[in-house]
């Protein structure tokens, strides 16, 4: 961090790597894969994987689309994707990775056609949890429910939920529903759950799992060929304790019961997590978990002056821009404050990584949007009308109506550049290669 933002560890996880995959020839040589969709779903760690994502993409100078201001700081979610919902100063990209609702045909229109799908499921429970208390104040569903009660909800949820209503989608398999699927399909459907899980397996290369965010990441890092430090992130978007609840008995097999397409999905991407886990060798796994733990802990003690850093509420925080959304008064999502002698001794570099991993979700989108939007005006007189995106003729200016449920974003206008790779330095990761395959290409064939 003290010698121009790049974290050297790589060679340490060489030493400590997987023998077997080391010993490959050409793996050194490969490239980082850049053209990657992730599906941010809801309350499952995406916004910690989307500030990863972020930061991937302006360290490499690729292109993030992003949503035109209509949108919000997501694309128009809860309404199908389209490439409508994409700012054409964000084309044509590399990366996408805000809140949306999947819709396979309108991303392959839009993204490369080596483009690596990846997105990350949470465990029912937890993340009904979760859905409750941050959504309380906006969905009908869970604002019905007397005393804010979740046992009560789950005593009798059609009491409180309406399938069509403005917002039902936080309260009923949100995941199904991010993924583009239905998710007011009955428990006794089990031809449309089997079906769907094993589309959403041909769709993406990587199921992540958020309890196993760590171990996800090791796989994602071989699935794209990417070092250790790319993989880097402070966790963002937590609540405080005092808003969590935890779980009485019986109440997580009663969510599991009302989502139960979430519930399929879970159990099936876990196993195959820990299958994948284990084709690329325990050992190799924790140490690359353990080497990833050590390094993250070294980089907030940099950042947060020698100490590890105080999570603080939104009013705590001085600096505006690194204070998280709260949906409502009653739930406290926490953040971070840099201390304000960050400057000494620390590159105008590592200031700006430090900054970048506690930025929230609606900031980063909105700093991103502005510096992608300089670099497409710069770069708009050298180009030829050819060398446009096809998305980007015509600009299009005229958006269907829709209410934002979410936190409202200020997005200014915004790039695009086209690369696809990026030059990987052979140091350390000599031989790691993934024996996860892309599925882009099957996923282009369908
Ligand atoms: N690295 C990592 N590992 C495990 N869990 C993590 C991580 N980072 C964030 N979190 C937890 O994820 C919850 C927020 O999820 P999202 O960022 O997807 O929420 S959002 O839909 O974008 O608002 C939120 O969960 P709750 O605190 O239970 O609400 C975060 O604490």
Not at 232 to 241: Q, S
Not at 246 to 263: E, F, H, M, V, Y
Request: include cysteine.
């Amino acid at each position: 961090l003290h010698h121009g933002g790049h974290f050297s560890w790589t060679m340490e996880a060489f030493h400590l790597g997987c023998p077997a995959l080391r010993s490959h020839p050409a793996a050194g040589l490969k490239p980082k894969h850049t053209n990657v969709a992730f599906l941010k779903t809801h309350k499952t760690a995406s916004t910690t994987m989307q500030n990863l994502l972020f930061r991937f993409a302006e360290h490499n100078n690729l292109t993030v689309a992003l949503p035109v201001q209509a949108c919000s700081h997501q694309f128009c979610y809860p309404r199908s994707f389209t490439s409508h919902f994409v700012h054409s100063h964000t084309l044509p990209p590399n990366i996408i990775t805000s809140h949306m609702r999947f819709n396979k045909a309108e991303l392959q229109r839009l993204m490369p056609n080596d483009t690596i799908y990846v997105t990350i499921l949470r465990e029912p429970g937890s993340m009904f949890e979760s859905l409750f208390s941050y959504y309380n104040q906006y969905c009908q569903s869970f604002k019905r429910v007397p005393n804010g009660s979740l046992e009560a909800f789950l005593e009798e949820p059609w009491r409180y939920y309406r399938p069509d209503e403005k917002d039902s989608m936080y309260a009923r398999n949100t995941l199904t529903f991010d993924l583009g699927g239905d998710k007011d399909r009955p428990a006794t459907d089990v031809v449309y759950a089997r079906a769907f899980v094993a589309e959403v397996e041909r769709v993406f290369s990587l199921v992540m799992i958020a309890e196993y965010f760590d171990e996800s990441l090791v796989l994602l890092r071989h699935l794209l060929s990417w070092d250790l430090d790319d993989i880097l992130y402070f966790k963002l978007n937590m609540r405080t304790p005092s808003s969590k609840r935890s779980l009485t008995p019986g109440l997580p097999a009663k969510i599991r019961a009302w989502n139960s397409l979430d519930a399929r999905l879970y159990d099936h991407f876990n196993a195959s997590l820990w299958r994948q886990l284990s084709a690329l060798g325990p050992a190799c796994v924790a140490r690359e978990v353990r080497l990833l733990r050590r390094a993250q802990e070294r980089l907030m003690r940099s950042c947060f002056g020698g100490r590890m850093p105080l999570l603080r509420s939104a009013a705590q925080i001085k600096n505006k821009d690194l204070r998280p959304w709260q949906p409502s008064g009653k739930v406290d999502i926490v953040g971070y404050d840099l201390p304000v002698n960050l400057s000494r001794g620390f590159s105008s570099q590592a200031q700006e990584l430090c900054l970048k991993l506690i930025m929230p979700e609606v900031q980063y989108t909105r700093v991103l949007l502005r510096s992608q939007s300089l670099r497409y005006r710069r770069s708009y007189q050298l180009r030829s009308p050819q060398q446009s995106h096809p998305l980007q003729q015509p600009i299009r200016t005229v958006l269907p109506r829709h209410r934002s449920q979410q936190p409202p974003a200020a997005p200014g206008p915004a790039s695009g550049t086209g690369s696809t790779s990026t030059s990987k330095p052979a140091a350390g990761t000599q031989g790691w290669t993934t024996k996860i395959r892309s599925k882009s290409s099957q996923t282009q064939a369908s």
